[in-house]
């Protein structure tokens, strides 16, 4: 496995892997990997020839009061859990500096309108924008065939896919279901800075997300309500700072132009953010009829 952090030593290895006519797989992270990670890997090991990831911790994602020095890192352990699932290339992108991910003299921002806005983008000014930004230049280095994703951030999935479309990258963005704990909590980087007590209260999210399911799965159609049922269970639960309960159009991230599931042709997501002491959780459940992915 091969470890690069300058962004043309990294996209000269991206075009010798495309020039010898092979597929490439890019996944990108900000480390402090976990199974969730694994999975969009084991994804992309299983439909490319070749493997980037990327472990980047994304300054311009962070919003003034976010915690950028506190975001979780494990560098080591992450460069182990890569050459176990055979990865080719990790790339470990440096902010600034010469091969640096941005530019000395950076000017270009990539903003995705009408979808950056909604949900987390009322409660975490500019986040999306860093995110689609930095995810152009990502897939400008590699143009890799296939990128892939986790459902968990299903906002941050409707921007790329949306970016990759409007932007002609030519990439198949590749949207996996989450992975959760045992105990039902979706995996994330930030769950190690959950103490027990906190990460109890935390898991009345997927507690009341699956209740919802469970809801529409015996033939509840009307999004608002189950919304209204998440929101009173999350906002009786102790030690829960609940930011928003929303359900959406999961396509449009607007309300439903319909009062049932059914009439959004690519169904409705669920999404909840809630603050456990400093940590914020997100998750979510897409209610879809024809998929049969609901929940995921
Ligand atoms: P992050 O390192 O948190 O920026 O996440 C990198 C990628 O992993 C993103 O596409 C996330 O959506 C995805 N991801 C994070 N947590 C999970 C999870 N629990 N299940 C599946 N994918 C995940």
């Avoid at 000269?12 to 990997?33: I, K, Q």
């Avoid at 352990?77 to 941005?102: Q, R």
């Avoid at 608002?224 to 959406?248: H, I, M, N, S």
Wanted: aromatic residues 6%; hydrophobic residues 40%.
């Amino acid at each position: 496995m091969k470890e690069i952090s300058d962004v043309h030593e990294a996209a000269c290895w991206a075009e010798r892997v495309r020039a010898a006519g092979l597929s490439l797989g890019l996944v990108p992270t900000m480390g402090a990997l976990h199974a969730g990670h694994s999975a969009l890997i084991e994804r992309a090991r299983a439909e490319c020839d070749r493997v980037v990831v990327s472990i980047f911790v994304n300054p311009t994602q962070f919003s003034p009061g976010d915690d950028l020095e506190g975001y979780p890192r494990s560098t080591a352990a992450d460069v182990d859990i890569c050459a176990g699932l055979s990865v080719d290339l990790v790339f470990h992108g440096k902010t600034s500096g010469p091969g640096g991910v941005y530019t000395p003299d950076f000017r270009t921002w990539v903003k995705v309108e009408g979808l950056c806005e909604p949900l987390c983008g009322r409660f975490r000014l500019g986040h999306f924008r860093g995110v689609t930004t930095v995810v152009s230049i990502l897939l400008g280095i590699f143009r890799p065939h296939r990128a892939y994703f986790g459902r968990k951030d299903f906002q941050q999935n409707r921007l790329i896919e949306q970016l990759a479309a409007d932007l002609h990258t030519g990439v198949e963005v590749r949207s996996l279901p989450t992975v959760r704990d045992a105990d039902g909590l979706a995996l994330s980087s930030r769950n190690r800075c959950l103490g027990e007590a906190e990460r109890q209260f935390a898991l009345a999210i997927p507690g009341a997300l699956e209740r919802a399911v469970d809801a529409f799965e015996k033939g509840e159609e009307q999004h608002v309500r189950l919304a209204e049922r998440v929101r009173e269970e999350l906002e009786a639960t102790p030690g829960l700072d609940v930011q928003y309960v929303e359900a959406l159009d999961a396509r449009t991230l607007q309300a439903p132009a319909d009062g049932t599931i059914s009439g959004s042709p690519d169904g409705v997501v669920l999404a909840v953010a809630a603050l456990v002491g400093d940590v914020r959780l997100i998750d979510n459940a897409w209610l879809c009829r024809d998929t049969g992915d609901a929940g995921e």
